[in-house]
């Protein structure tokens, strides 16, 4: 169990809980599962090199409805660069966390956090919380305020046409 971001929550009077369930919940399939909601509410933070002039340290989190694609045109249009996820290893030297616990939550100074307008079909999501065991329900309507996010519209729905 990593007390990262509890101790973030707690430092910052946060009104959040991560919930350590115990199972995997490193998938949107099985978190959605294990928490009983809909795969779409699961929060994915994807970790993407980035240019310095919007993420300092050269990365950024962007969090995502759990069955929404990038957009690549959209995703260019708003970044200025082709997504370029970090692999495995750079992911967690870069965020501190591993895949399939990544969160928009107790980031390194200069990791930027950006939010998919995805997420606004929900009133609730549930990102992880540090660890491939966990989560945390967030209201959609804070998100911004608690991870310090811009939001950003860069994904189109599973199976969507770009036309």
């Known amino acids: 169990m990593d007390d990262r971001v509890s101790n973030f929550f707690k430092a910052k ?8 369930t115990g199972e995997d919940t490193s998938t949107v399939q099985k978190a959605a599962e294990v928490l009983g909601v809909q795969d779409g509410q699961i929060a994915k933070s994807l970790a993407l090199r980035l240019p310095t002039a919007l993420a300092p340290a050269g990365v950024g989190v962007l969090v995502v409805m759990g069955t929404a694609r990038l957009d690549n045109p959209k995703y260019k ?4 660069t082709k997504a370029k996820m970090l692999s495995a290893e750079e992911t967690l030297a ?18 930027a956090v950006f939010l998919d307008e995805s997420l606004k079909q929900y009133d609730e999501v ?9 989560a945390v329900k967030v209201e ?8 310090g996010g811009q939001w950003v519209d860069v994904c189109k729905e599973a199976g969507a046409q770009v036309g």
């Open 13 to 20: 009077g946060l009104p959040l809980q991560a919930l350590f």
């Open 77 to 80: 249009a708003a970044f200025h």
């Open 94 to 111: 870069e965020t501190g966390f591993p895949v399939g616990g990544v969160c928009p939550f107790a980031l390194p100074e200069g990791v």
């Open 126 to 134: 549930y990102p992880a919380a540090g660890t491939r065991d966990s």
């Open 140 to 147: 959609v309507a804070r998100l911004a305020e608690y991870t």
